[in-house]
């Protein structure tokens, strides 16, 4: 592999790598099943592919580097990895914060054998930078995570992360320069399982969230103090409007990915006129992918991706 330097301050930075893993060879042809593993419908494992392979190559027409971990297993391990549900779904595997990887730490048995198997291969492929990697001791899952820019970062402590977690990290957060984390306690369900699922970064001055969110507030952590705010006004103080929708389909409005300052990759469900509702938003082009057979397992593309180098 070609060496690479970990380096992301941001989410709307451009993205030069990124990881993504195949989905599983394994069908769900019954709805109650489905339903039972925390997937919104039956999804076929042909179709899914289809959807993945159109993810990987837009991704790489754009001139992003793909990383696909599933190519990468030893044989036994790929044995149990291909029948894993929600394998693609590699965001809350790891992230990549300034030049440190902070290592996710599973809130689902469903999906604990995934993570050791992630994890040695990211130690393969950044050996160099393997001395800063960061594990919680708690549950942690990375979709929890948003980079607002160089100083502050927002973690939410849903269903798979908790405040153990943030705390055994901030040190390591701290280290890199960021001055603030924003811990924010969003309602537990499945509609608001990552905090990517309530909102996201479209560009350097811009977040896109579900109205309700508006309404909580946040414990602002420093390296000397802690103390509370609400959500709008830290992300203003931080330099970012809210736009608040509404009306949502909740995964594809919001769970999308820069590719650069002026691209966003989109689910082709999202709801385009409602995207370019904003002023901001109406600058930036939307480049669709069709990804409804990966969406059906409750994640959409933030969730697909890992973003490995932005600059």
């Known amino acids: 592999m070609d060496s690479f330097q970990l380096n992301c301050w941001s989410e709307h930075g451009e993205l030069k790598v990124v990881m993504l893993c195949a989905p599983s060879i394994v069908d769900v042809t019954d709805l109650t099943i489905a339903e039972q593993v925390g997937w919104s419908a039956t999804v076929n494992h042909q ?3 289809e959807n993945f392979m159109a993810l990987k190559t837009t991704l790489e027409n754009a001139g992003v580097h793909v990383l696909d971990y599933a190519k990468e297993l030893a044989h036994d ?17 790891a992230c ?7 290592l996710g730490k599973a809130g689902s048995s469903l999906r604990r054998p995934e993570y050791p198997f992630a994890h040695s291969l990211l130690e ?13 001791l708690h549950s942690f899952e990375c979709g929890d ?24 990290l901030k040190e390591s957060i701290f280290q890199e320069g960021f001055s603030e984390i924003a811990v924010i306690d969003l309602p537990k369900s499945n509609d608001t399982l990552h905090l990517d699922m309530n ?29 509370f705010d609400m959500v709008e006004p830290f992300l203003q103080r931080h330099g970012f409007d809210v736009y608040w929708l509404d009306t949502y389909k909740t995964i594809p409005d919001i769970n999308f990915i820069n590719l650069n300052p002026e691209t966003l990759l989109i689910s082709k469900q999202a709801t385009q006129q409602q ?37």
């Open 145 to 168: 995570l948003l980079i607002l820019n160089k100083d502050a970062v927002l973690i939410n402590l849903g269903m798979r992360t908790t405040l153990e977690a943030i705390e055994s």
């Open 96 to 102: 990549v914060i300034g030049n440190r990887l902070l």
């Open 124 to 136: 393969r492929w950044f050996p160099q930078q393997w001395i800063a990697k960061s594990q919680p």
């Open 47 to 49: 179709k899914a592919m």
């Open 275 to 311: 995207l370019l509702a904003h002023p901001l938003l109406k600058e930036k082009n939307l480049l669709e992918v069709d990804v409804t057979e990966l969406e059906k397992g409750g994640g959409g593309i933030r969730c697909m991706t890992l973003p490995l180098v932005r600059t």
């Open 199 to 227: 909102c996201n970064v479209v560009n350097a001055n811009l977040v896109v969230a579900k109205s309700f969110v508006r309404y909580f507030p946040v414990q602002v952590l420093t390296a000397q103090s802690s103390r």
């Open 77 to 93: 391990q790929q044995l149990l990895s291909e029948r894993l549900l929600n394998r693609y779904f590699v965001r809350d595997l």
